[in-house]
């Protein structure tokens, strides 16, 4: 969604807000100044957050430190509204620095929307092999069932950069998340990759050619690169994706049964557990779980371009202006001085996420919290120098 400045970068934002009406505007994002905090896309519907926090707050504990002891003492004041975090900070040249509180580099979390990366590095692979180029249409993967659809036109560069003019999420269901989200379950999960494709095909498009954040345009993009390799969606992330890179400890479970036991529920801002949100057939969109161990390796092989698909994050489609531009479902923005960042975030019910880095100074960082409670401002701060690490 819209990358818009927050008072308090420890409140909870308008967040992907993409099942519900939502305060926030659907406007290109500003300039990404000193003081600009991302709400960037992730799949959390932040009015359905608002409704379960209507119970008394739990105060939130942060976990005991481990790791990177000069890592854990600068990020410590930064986080004391969280619970379980895990850093893993990358300077382009040795090894990464891990720091966890509660938790290591081990330890899994959802990832959120910074999972769209990923289907951002499958939409480059599918090119890479010629399966698609960036202007292939949604018509062109789908024949006749997207005959009349407004959606028929829509390029696969349009899915990626957020200008295709699909809503953020179909109404169709929307009862249902509105429902499962006051309960504190997955919104998403009542929608196969079927469903997610009828629903996008069934849409009126708005503002084609413009920015306005999609969550169904990536849920729809990950379902046609998945339907032009002829498999699934978790299926192609294994095989082009995880599996090259050693990524172990990433997947995308698509359905609550496919969770592995080392998946835990996180909590909202009122500290109350939040189910899994494995997305079901949105998962291209914000389903994806990981560990710093697996999200540094695949940020390091992103920005030295050795990653299967690492042109996602380099080949720019679209521009804003001067200061923001997209790759494939990269956001880049200009830090200060001409020097740009690669990055996206990511939130859903119980967890948030940022990933990130600077190929000017190689400078990388990865930051997952069980707690859906933003941490892009820390991001943010570190990756411009001005959180001392």
């Given at each position: 969604m819209t990358m818009n400045p927050a008072d308090d970068p420890d409140q909870p934002t308008?967040?992907?807000?993409?099942?519900?009406?939502?305060?926030?505007?659907?406007?290109?994002?500003?300039?990404?100044?000193?003081?600009?905090?991302?709400?960037?896309?992730?799949?959390?519907?932040?009015?359905?957050?608002?409704?379960?926090?209507?119970?008394?707050?739990?105060?939130?504990?942060?976990?005991?430190?481990?790791?990177?002891?000069?890592?854990?003492?600068?990020?410590?004041?930064?986080?004391?509204?969280?619970?379980?975090?895990?850093?893993?900070?990358?300077?382009?040249?040795?090894?990464?620095?891990?720091?966890?509180?509660?938790?290591?580099?081990?330890?899994?979390?959802?990832?959120?929307?910074?999972?769209?990366?990923?289907?951002?590095?499958?939409?480059?692979?599918?090119?890479?092999?010629?399966?698609?180029?960036?202007?292939?249409?949604?018509?062109?993967?789908?024949?006749?069932?997207?005959?009349?659809?407004?959606?028929?036109?829509?390029?696969?560069?349009?899915?990626?950069?957020?200008?295709?003019?699909?809503?953020?999420?179909?109404?169709?269901?929307?009862?249902?998340?509105?429902?499962?989200?006051?309960?504190?379950?997955?919104?998403?999960?009542?929608?196969?990759?079927?469903?997610?494709?009828?629903?996008?095909?069934?849409?009126?498009?708005?503002?084609?050619?413009?920015?306005?954040?999609?969550?169904?345009?990536?849920?729809?993009q990950g379902q046609l690169l998945a339907r032009a390799a002829g498999t699934d969606y978790a299926s192609l992330l294994n095989q082009r994706i995880l599996e090259p890179l050693g990524l172990s400890s990433t997947y995308a479970p698509i359905t609550a049964e496919n969770l592995r036991e080392s998946a835990r529920t996180g909590q909202g801002t009122n500290g109350l557990s939040q189910a899994a949100w494995a997305m079901n057939g949105s998962a291209p969109a914000g389903g994806i779980r990981s560990t710093a161990a697996d999200m540094a390796a695949y940020i390091a092989g992103t920005a030295s371009g050795t990653a299967p698909g690492a042109a996602a994050a380099s080949e720019v489609l679209f521009e804003d202006g001067a200061e923001s531009r997209h790759a494939m479902n990269w956001f880049q923005q200009?830090?200060?001085?001409?020097?740009?960042?690669?990055?996206?975030?990511g939130m859903t019910g119980g967890y948030a996420a940022f990933a990130g880095f600077v190929p000017e100074t190689g400078r990388g960082i990865v930051i997952l919290t069980d707690t859906a409670r933003s941490v892009d401002a820390l991001a943010i701060g570190i990756l411009t120098g001005e959180v001392a690490l």
């Open positions: 308008a967040l992907d807000a993409d099942a519900l009406p939502d305060p926030d505007q659907q406007t290109p994002p500003p300039p990404f100044t000193r003081r600009t905090v991302l709400a960037a896309g992730v799949p959390a519907a932040a009015a359905l957050l608002g409704m379960a926090a209507a119970t008394s707050p739990r105060p939130a504990i942060l976990g005991d430190p481990m790791g990177d002891q000069q890592l854990t003492d600068a990020l410590a004041p930064h986080l004391t509204r969280h619970r379980r975090v895990a850093v893993a900070l990358l300077d382009g040249q040795g090894a990464p620095r891990f720091a966890g509180f509660g938790a290591d580099e081990s330890t899994e979390f959802e990832i959120g929307s910074v999972s769209k990366t990923f289907t951002g590095a499958l939409l480059a692979e599918a090119v890479e092999r010629g399966e698609v180029t960036l202007e292939t249409t949604v018509a062109e993967v789908l024949g006749e069932q997207a005959s009349g659809s407004e959606a028929a036109e829509i390029t696969l560069a349009e899915l990626a950069t957020h200008t295709s003019g699909l809503p953020r999420l179909s109404l169709k269901g929307l009862g249902g998340s509105l429902v499962a989200g006051f309960l504190r379950k997955d919104p998403y999960a009542g929608r196969d990759a079927e469903q997610v494709i009828a629903d996008a095909l069934g849409s009126s498009l708005s503002g084609r050619g413009s920015y306005a954040y999609s969550n169904l345009a990536v849920a729809l200009d830090i200060g001085d001409g020097v740009w960042s690669t990055f996206h975030n």
